[in-house]
């Protein structure tokens, strides 16, 4: 019994001192660029060959790609889940979910080779665009590659919500459209927005997928909202550049100092639902 | 409940399968006696390279060479930094990264001459833009030119594509054409890697222009000719290239440490022998010895 606690215990420390550990390489590397630039960093100009590192067309893609994604994904999503959970014969659900877990676990660059291949042709094709790497299609391939984590999160939120809720609703003769909405959506909400979080953290740490169908041009585009011109992730971004810039220079540091704003987006999102949600009741144990 | 426990029946026997896959995996790559050489770099050298290291190890069977693409930029720097035993660029040695690895005493071997093309997609060409100047590729680089009708082409708009800083290719390119091998391209609308990908994006529109090594050019991708002053427009040939009358040209380069193991020098050694330099030549470019 004491072995087993002490692991435990030990696991769970190794844990914090691993994250607190990644928080503390990322600010100690990405100071000489925070010295170097200052507020510089928050402009548009990127060209390490001039000294220029402005983040922010960066900052932008990962924010566009992301509500992109999110905005498809979610309702698409949800409706599929309220479907395998409340609709589909209680038989085939077992099958549905092994086979939308499995796409969850495709890699990445499956997805990217396919959306340069067909995503990024189609793109091109349907808005007769110049060139089909685009916002749009980087936020179009994540939604699909963020829908079946999306899926099988949520109906598993819908699925656990006790069977006495169900009955009691149909026993005051409500539909099943009023049950699935006034019964079992606020009762699962903080469970679904668990799994749109979950969904999130992928999207914006995506990074293969991203950069192949993204353009990787370091701009924003003209005017802001036209998502059909190229742009470039935070992540995209490392992914070209890292493997170039000399360990210890600026041009490295700036980089670091695009992760950490990554990760501080992430953690910030991450413990702002988790405050918000910790407020309501849950409902269900 | 029912689906409950068969979700977990099904995730036990992944992650059984999983560990198994993992023990066989490592166990046939500890296999003991052979030598591993690392080569990474410069996509455009790397087609010569990985062929080599194909017939490397018919003869050579307890030499294992591994080669990774990355671009000139990542060659040097993991070379530098003693990631790669031996380093694939497509361009010099820059100054800076002679005084950056001074320590590790980096040393070149010319293994084959290349040119890089100014290429667009097939529908251009079709269209008559054959050939351009200098200044009318820059001007199209810089966001001055906009449209093909501009120079002799249809009316379209001109999808032009820049490469990452780091490329060699791009460094030879942008020196010629612009006069700074760090110019930056505002007319640029895709910023891309490798030559394969370069190649896909030019395949894949009817009106882009990019840049590409002689040795990726094909029938989806075109390379156009250049016209220096008021003389006849020089093709990308592989005669134009060998007799130097192409005006964008470079050496390919392998780069070794001081500390270079004697299987990597052998390595290296064949790729500059004759059986070498046929590959060389077989990969689309020049051979820098007979």
Known sequence: MRISRLYIAGSAIVSAIIVLLIFVTLIVNSSAAVAANGFHLFTYEWNPAKDQFGVLPMIFGSGAVTIIALCLAVPIGLMAAIFTSEILNPMWRAPVKSVLEILAGIPSIIYGLIGIAFFSVWVGDLFDLQSGRTILTAGLLLAIMILPTIITLCDDALHNVPQKYRETAAGLALYKYEIVKDVLLPIAKADINGAVLLALGRALGETMAVMLVIGSIDRVPEPFYNALSAGQTITSKLGREVAESAFGSVHFSALIFMSLLLVAITVSLTSLTQFYFKQEQRLVE | ?290
């Open chain 2, 1 to 290: 409940m029912q689906d409950h426990s068969s979700t977990m029946r099904y995730s036990t026997v992944m992650s059984r399968l999983t560990l198994a896959i993992f023990v066989l995996v490592s166990a046939a790559c500890s296999q003991a006696d052979t030598v591993n050489i690392n080569v990474s770099g410069s996509s455009t050298v790397l087609p010569v390279v990985s062929r080599a290291a194909e017939q490397y190890a018919q003869e050579m069977p307890e030499v294992r060479v591994v080669v990774n693409a990355g671009g000139s930029g990542v060659g040097v720097k993991q070379l530098g930094s003693g990631q790669t035993d031996i380093g694939m660029i497509s361009r010099d040695i820059t100054d800076g990264e002679y005084e950056q690895y001074a320590d590790v005493g980096l040393k070149t071997y010319a293994i084959g001459v290349d040119a890089v093309v100014p290429v667009v997609s097939s529908e251009i060409y079709a269209a008559g833009v054959t050939s351009l100047t200098f200044p009318q590729i820059a001007s199209i680089y810089r966001g001055e030119v906009t449209n093909w009708s501009a120079i002799g082409g249809p009316d379209l708009e001109i999808l032009v594509i820049d490469k990452e800083a780091s490329r060699g290719t791009r460094q030879v390119f942008m020196s010629k054409i612009m006069g700074n091998k760090n110019a930056t391209a505002p007319g640029a609308k895709l910023v891309l890697g490798s030559n394969n990908e370069e190649q896909t994006a030019l395949a894949q529109s009817d009106a882009a222009i990019g840049m590409l090594s002689h040795a990726w050019l094909n029938d989806d991708v075109k390379g156009l000719s250049i016209i220096i002053a008021d003389g006849a427009p020089i093709e990308p040939t592989l005669a134009n290239i060998k007799n130097g009358q192409f005006p964008i040209t470079r050496n390919l380069l392998l780069v070794s440490r001081s500390d270079l193991s004697a299987p990597a020098q052998d390595f290296i050694d064949y790729i500059l022998s004759p059986e070498g330099q046929k590959i060389v030549e077989e990969s689309g470019y020049i051979r820098v010895s007979e």
